[in-house]
């Protein structure tokens, strides 16, 4: 139904910054609430942030407050993650994924679709 594109990893040292994007294809990308999960090597994929369908609500991890911003542009049927004050801990795959309500959005099996992930590596 829906496909997935991650882009905008890299390598970026702590107290930086970086966006990610996450362009999608497939059905109509505005009926669809859209977020960001990470994973880093050995631990469970974790909950980022999530935005609504006219990018009015947001909610983020306790983690990430203040430090990252989600963003929606419609148009452009694209979603970013402006991550700022990066910490080594922010390593990881970070992942995009597609869903229709933010009820149960901090759960992986509360969300459809998936990306297959950019990395971002934070050196100390």
């Known amino acids: 139904q829906v496909q997935l594109v991650e882009s905008g990893g890299g390598l970026v040292q702590a107290g930086g910054s970086l966006r990610v994007s996450c362009a999608a294809s497939g059905r109509t990308f505005t009926n669809y609430i859209m977020g960001w999960f990470r994973q880093a090597p050995g631990k469970e994929r974790e909950f980022v942030a999530a935005?609504?369908?006219?990018?009015?609500?947001?909610y983020y991890a306790d983690s990430v407050k203040g430090r990252f911003t989600i963003s929606r542009d419609n148009a452009k049927s694209t979603v970013y993650l402006q991550m700022n004050s990066l910490k080594p801990e922010d390593t990881a795959v970070y992942y995009c994924?597609?869903?229709?309500?933010?009820?149960?959005?901090?759960?992986?099996?509360?969300?459809?679709?998936w990306g297959q992930g950019t990395q971002v590596t934070v050196s100390s």
């Open positions: 994924a597609a869903g229709r309500t933010m009820v149960g959005v901090t759960t992986t099996q509360a969300w459809a679709y």
């Open positions: 935005i609504s369908w006219g990018g009015a609500n947001t």
